[in-house]
């Protein structure tokens, strides 16, 4: 797959927990003309607050008690209220009250399952960002 270059540089926010797929999220969203920071779901608040605050949060630390993702969410909406939200899901998380709870989150627009294919993501993350609040 060529990743193109998107002429509208957006601010992403992708808040990475234990798993690997923070770094892999922020090479892939460079390469494709992004700026992209990565955080903590602890650090989260520091990094949505500055002043120039993301337009988009990627969170890919959905696993673990749902009460944490919860409020890692909510601290994301607080702290970047106009940022657009898209949770990815771990597939071994098939609680459909988890993942109702998650997309019933201020400020989420989307929730993925991952594994996901990239263009996919592009393709969710472009159509995100046009969603209107």
Same mark, same amino acid.
């Given at each position: 797959?060529?990743?193109?270059?998107? &002429?509208?540089?957006?601010?992403?926010?992708?808040?990475?927990?234990?798993?690997?797929?923070? +770094?892999? %999220?922020?090479?892939?969203? =460079?390469?494709?003309?992004?700026?992209?920071?990565?955080?903590?779901? =602890?650090?989260?608040?520091? *990094?949505?607050?500055?002043?120039?605050? +993301? /337009? %988009?949060?990627?969170?890919? *630390?959905?696993?673990?008690?749902?009460? &944490?993702?919860?409020? &890692?969410? @909510?601290?994301?909406?607080?702290?970047?209220?106009?940022?657009?939200?898209?949770?990815?899901? /771990?597939?071994?998380? =098939?609680?459909?009250?988890?993942?109702?709870?998650?997309?019933?989150?201020?400020?989420?627009? @989307?929730?993925?399952?991952?594994?996901?294919?990239?263009?996919? %993501?592009?393709?969710?993350?472009? /159509?995100?960002? =046009?969603? +209107? @609040?």
């Amino acid at each position: 797959m060529t990743l193109e270059k998107d &002429t509208s540089l957006t601010k992403i926010l992708v808040v990475q927990g234990n798993s690997p797929i923070g +770094p892999m %999220l922020q090479r892939i969203l =460079e390469k494709a003309g992004h700026d992209v920071v990565l955080a903590s779901p =602890e650090s989260v608040t520091c *990094f949505a607050s500055t002043e120039s605050s +993301p /337009s %988009l949060v990627i969170t890919d *630390f959905m696993t673990g008690p749902t009460d &944490t993702r919860l409020e &890692t969410l @909510r601290h994301v909406h607080e702290s970047a209220p106009q940022a657009k939200i898209i949770a990815l899901f /771990s597939g071994q998380d =098939e609680n459909p009250d988890d993942r109702q709870a998650v997309a019933n989150q201020p400020g989420v627009v @989307r929730v993925l399952n991952d594994p996901f294919e990239v263009g996919g %993501l592009l393709d969710v993350m472009r /159509s995100a960002i =046009e969603i +209107p @609040r």
